[in-house]
């Protein structure tokens, strides 16, 4: 009647979501005890844009002179309209033009 359960996988799924939640509730405790005012504050205030360039250079890289290319038109357009969408889908646009376009 029912299908047959594979104990492992049961297991690993189990165990991942274990980790998963201690990492998020460690993660939460250990953030009450961090200072709320100076240098560590600013820190951690700038950290989510730090964040975002270490993710985004890496590709704008490998993309090369088109991948420049594209970043700036995009903060030009965001820069100028305040549009994330329309920001986001003119970069897309160079990259993909520059992918199908050169050899």
């Known amino acids: 009647m029912f299908p047959q359960v594979d104990t492992q996988a049961v297991l690993a799924i189990t165990l991942a979501a274990l980790v998963t ?7 939460l405790l250990l953030s009450a005890r961090f ?7 600013q820190g951690m205030d700038a950290l989510p844009g730090s964040l975002l360039f270490a993710l985004v250079i890496p ?15 995009t903060a030009v357009v965001m820069l100028r309209t305040r549009n994330t969408l329309l920001a986001m889908v003119l970069g897309m646009a160079v990259i993909f033009a520059a992918r199908r376009l050169t050899p």
């Open 21 to 27: 939640y201690s990492l998020r509730l460690g993660g």
């Open 35 to 41: 200072p709320r005012t100076g240098r560590f504050r």
């Open 59 to 73: 590709s704008i890289v490998a993309e090369g002179a088109w991948g420049v290319v594209a970043a700036g038109l």
